[in-house]
């Protein structure tokens, strides 16, 4: 069987933390949040790392990784950019990216096997990533059933401002029943509230399950997105905010009974950073692991 691939969601800007946090390091020996999110998934018995990322950072992410995971295991590219799309739809002043969604299906010619899709800011755990690979080796690629590593909310707020998550109903059978991109989570006053898109804010249950973006897919996902995004691009490709988020495909595929989502879920502790306020907190969190024994001190070595 093929060993599934880890493609890495490293477009974004990170406006909210004020600089390239993809490439930020958390460790004296120099490790990004990815660097641990890449050794577990090779731990765990994935074959390939692909990398979404703009041209305009190729440089600084090539001379980061290559030189490090040379013989560790196979790497590719791939670029995000606005005018990656259909040519009928390029007659707009877009300066935002199309979205998660639009990011995935940059990967799909270098991407014939089962796949995770992981953000390059989130820390996942070494036994979330043993969990997902299991799921995905036993998975069939010609399927349309998917899964989700599920997390309870109140373990990945930030203390310093809002976060996005999707909010996931989940079947007492441990299925996605739908998913809803909450792209304002904060906590007021020691409650967890969420804005919606009319401005206002609702609580939200602390132990709420919510995707982190990582997701478990087929091949198969890249024929289903590809044509739910050109549907999207009809109706809002002059709109200059509308984004084509994952969890779109993925309402989509459980909507219309085409497929599943199992919602996986593991002990592993999540962390992340969204501030730059947030980087002590994990920079924290990386060091007792490495104190611990979970990571060799260089994990590349």
Known sequence: ?????????????????????????????????????????????????????RKSIETEFTAV????????????YVF??????????????????WGTGHAVLMAKEVVKENFTVINADDFYGKEAFEVMAKSLMAMDPSSDNYNMMGYQLKNTISENGFVSRGECQVSDKGFLTGVVER??????????????????????????????NFWGFTPNYFKVSETMFEAFLEKNHQEMKAEFFIPIVVNAVIENKTGSV????????????TYKEDKEIVTKA?????????????LWN
Do not use: C
């Not at 199992?262 to 950073?273: D, I, N, P, R």
């Open 286 to 298: 990386i060091k007792d692991l490495k104190d611990n024994g979970v990571y060799p001190t260089y």
């Open 80 to 97: 995000q950019e606005l005018d990656n799309i259909p040519a009928r739809f390029k007659d707009n002043k877009r300066e935002k990216p």
């Open 262 to 273: 199992e919602v996986l879920q593991s002990a592993s502790k999540w962390f992340g950073v």
């Open 1 to 53: 069987m093929n060993k599934p691939t880890l493609v890495i969601l490293a477009a974004g800007i990170g406006s909210r933390y004020g600089g390239l946090k993809q490439l930020d390091t958390f460790t004296p020996e120099g490790d990004t949040i990815l660097d641990f999110s890449i050794y577990d998934a090779v731990q765990a018995g994935f074959g390939k790392v692909v990398f979404i990322i």
């Open 183 to 212: 792209t304002h989570i904060e906590k007021i006053e020691g409650d967890l509230q969420y804005k919606n898109d009319e401005g206002v804010f609702t609580a939200i249950a602390d132990d709420t399950i919510v995707s982190m």
């Open 65 to 76: 990784f290559n030189k490090k995971l040379a013989g560790k295991i196979e790497v590719e």
